[in-house]
């Protein structure tokens, strides 16, 4: 759920401001006060043990592998994948996307003379392969965009944001240059093909839907795949031997899922090296005194959020939606969620743009204030009548129920949704919170749409649109005529939001691009799409003798550079 940095890029860059956190060697400050864009622990190679296994703790174990398909669309699989997959760009950690020339060579854009979309034209590296001996090619790139296009029945496909605006993508002068033309202008172009798949696994939608599922076959990274033991949910990494880039330090990495309080003992107890924190005080103070380890901390390009199924039958009614908004404090939660991570100051008010960039503006008006009188005179004409005595309001003899989701044993989530409990409780809506399997939260219940309130992490890159666009656009038709809504699990949309991001999504010009998207983000707040919360740290947890490795915010990591201290 991260990838790189378009035409526009400086302008439509995601990133976030939160201050620091005390008490790791590993966080570091800037002049303002504010963390730096990342923490990694920046070490030469040369500095560097040769060997070694990295043990990674995950929260999760997918069964999906593939980052592309609508159940892949998980931060695990970036982590791992990331290790084994190429991508044409990469970026530093301001989000800056360059070339990554373990992958492609050289990259040239034009403007056709006759006015039309832009042509660009990457020139692989000619030693790239696959872990099967095929070199990559411009076949991979084809079939690829062909797959992710949205024209093609039967692939399941996470989104086709920019695949959609390919005209053709064909071989230049030989089998290394990719020649990719636009029929539509997109800005964002450099986000397309990361990760990159092969094209056998692309060129059918049984190979696209199951060929990474439960499975990992073909890889082209640092990285080789070494193994997947479903009962200890494990996933194994060795170095790749055919790898034509710089070797991995690392002999191995093994990443292993556990339940977030593992996570925590298995840190303290030498279990594992490294994992990612949840926002969560208690297992931020638990890693923090780790006596051979350190939470290094990074602005995230990421922020929590409550959507609202707009298909429920409660919550079909916008009124009813702007009143749970208001009657919600946003500072009491984030309060409760940061603990002793020093809080934002205000909460977000853009679904799209993050405090602390260019263009952001807070454009959530009264929908964004904590106003508990207002959202019961919207349940009141709404036709939900409160008891003279107080509790649970009704119509036409049905109380007025929704049901909160939240991942079984992850103590954060539960506490969170019982403070909205009570605060909703207070105006008459009766919320009950339903903890369910984590593994089984999204695809059993979320992207189905079989849940009324649930709340998680948007977490983007450097492309605040293509990254998110199907998360707030209207469906499209399936093969058998029925609407399908992609990745917008809130089921919400508009004809007006949906050409306001089209058009942010069009123009070259800066300025043009963020007076339309704050316009779609106006539309979101009118529309009561999701409930932005606020902005998060990157937490990760390492230990001290680990460099290259840590929060890298809107940057790329290394994973050949990953390594231990020559004195470890």
């Known amino acids: 759920m991260s990838r790189a940095v378009g035409v526009a890029a400086s302008v439509l860059l995601i990133a976030v401001t939160v201050a620091s956190c005390q008490g790791s060697s590993g966080n570091t400050r800037s002049e303002a006060g504010t963390t730096a864009a990342s923490a990694l622990n920046p070490t030469d190679r040369g500095d560097l043990a040769q060997g070694g296994t990295l043990r990674w703790g995950l929260n999760e174990f997918p069964a999906q592998w593939n980052p592309h398909h609508a159940d892949g669309n998980l931060a695990t699989v970036d982590t791992v994948m990331e290790a084994l997959m190429p991508a044409p760009f990469h970026t530093d950690e301001e989000g800056v996307a360059v070339p990554n020339s373990d992958y492609v060579d050289d990259v040239d854009v034009r403007t056709p003379d006759d006015g039309g979309a832009q042509v660009v034209t990457l020139r692989l590296n000619r030693d790239a392969q696959w872990s099967d001996g095929t070199p990559i090619t411009w076949r991979d790139y084809e079939s690829m965009a062909r797959a992710l296009s949205g024209e093609q029945h039967g692939y399941r496909v996470l989104g086709s944001v920019g695949y959609d605006r390919i005209a053709s993508v064909r071989a230049g002068s030989d089998d290394f240059e990719v020649v990719i033309a636009f029929d539509r202008p997109f800005a964002e172009y450099r986000s397309l093909f990361a990760p990159l798949l092969p094209a056998e696994y692309t060129a059918s939608p049984e190979k696209f839907n199951a060929g990474y599922h439960e499975d990992i076959p073909v890889t082209a990274g640092p990285f080789a795949f070494d193994g997947i033991d479903p009962a200890a949910q494990t996933v194994t990494l060795r170095r790749s031997d055919d790898w034509w880039g710089a070797p991995a330090l690392l002999d191995r990495i093994i990443f292993r899922a556990m339940a977030p309080e593992a996570l925590d003992s298995a840190f303290l107890d030498g279990g594992i090296d490294t994992y990612a924190l949840p926002l969560d005080p208690a297992s931020y103070k638990r890693a923090s005194s780790a006596a051979d380890g350190e939470v290094r901390t990074a602005p995230a390009p990421d922020y929590r959020h409550i959507t609202l199924n707009g298909d429920s039958d409660v919550l079909s009614d916008v009124d009813v939606r702007h009143a749970i908004f208001q009657g919600i404090d946003r500072r009491v939660l984030a309060e409760a969620a940061f603990g002793p991570i020093d809080p934002p100051r205000e909460p977000l008010g853009n679904h799209l743009l993050l405090q602390g960039r260019r263009g952001y503006v807070d454009n959530s008006g009264a929908w964004g204030e ?44 539960q506490d969170e949704a019982e403070l909205v409990q009570g605060m909703l409780a207070e105006i008459g809506i009766d919320v009950r919170v339903e903890a369910v399997s984590g593994d089984k939260l999204f695809s059993d219940y979320v992207l189905p749409g079989r849940y009324d309130m649930v709340a998680f992490v948007n977490t983007g890159g450097g492309f605040p649109l293509s990254e998110t666009l199907q998360q707030w656009t209207g469906p499209v038709t399936g093969p058998d005529g029925t609407p399908r809504w992609r990745a917008n699990v809130g089921r919400i949309s508009t004809p007006e939001i949906d050409a306001a991001l089209e058009e942010a999504l069009e123009t070259l010009d800066p300025d043009e691009a963020v007076d339309r998207i704050n316009e779609a983000d106006r539309l979101l707040w009118e529309a009561g799409h999701t409930l932005p919360l606020y902005q998060r740290p990157e937490l990760v947890a390492v230990r001290t003798e680990i460099g290259n490795l840590g929060a890298a915010g809107v940057g790329s990591l290394d994973y050949a550079d990953i390594g231990f201290t020559s004195q470890a």
């Open 370 to 413: 904590y106003d508990p009188d207002h959202a019961e005179k919207l349940l009141d004409a709404a036709g939900w009548t409160a008891p003279a005595d107080g509790g649970t309001r009704t119509r036409d003899g049905a109380p007025l129920r929704v049901d909160f989701l939240v991942p079984r044993g992850h103590r954060p989530a």
